[in-house]
């Protein structure tokens, strides 16, 4: 009979991303690895809050020995000061019924004046894409970094 439960490493989990201002979005992408012999089906991802949002180019199956990626975007609208977040990942887990992707981030407000939500959410509406942000991507994606000690 064929086994139909695997194993998987997450890389690069228990992130700790730098500060980000108020309003910006965080484009974040996780690794992970089926370390198993069957195939990895997830089943569901979900977040623990409503300021992120899980893009529908995440893998949800991955074979054996290979790499699949999950990609979220974190929304920092609603969120000032310490932030930790965890994604639960449900599918065939041979040891356990879920697995999860922690980081956590600090949320800054801008120093000279703090917007609302209204006025958040219309600045955000009339954005357009500047070429700048495709060709030298923007000041809230400097990357992470993990902590040396086990804790």
Not at 23 to 45: H, V
Not at 89 to 106: M, P, S, V
């Amino acid at each position: 009979m064929e086994e139909k439960n695997t194993t998987i490493a997450i890389i690069d989990n228990d992130r700790h991303y730098y500060p980000l201002l108020t309003g910006q979005d965080l484009d974040i992408s996780f690794t992970i690895k089926n370390t198993g012999k069957a195939p990895l089906i997830l089943e569901d991802i979900i977040s623990s809050c409503g300021c992120i949002v899980i893009n529908k180019s995440s893998t949800m199956k991955v074979p054996p020995g290979e790499l699949g990626r999950i990609n979220l975007t974190f929304n920092s609208r609603k969120n000032v000061g310490y932030v930790k977040q965890w994604v639960e990942l449900y599918g065939n887990f041979a040891n356990t019924d879920k697995e999860e992707l922690i980081f956590d981030i600090n949320v800054v407000p801008n120093a000279l004046y703090t917007k609302d939500y209204e006025e958040l959410h219309l600045e955000e509406k009339g954005k357009k894409g500047y070429i700048e942000d495709l060709v030298d991507g923007k000041e809230n994606n400097q990357g992470y970094y993990l902590s040396l000690e086990k804790e």
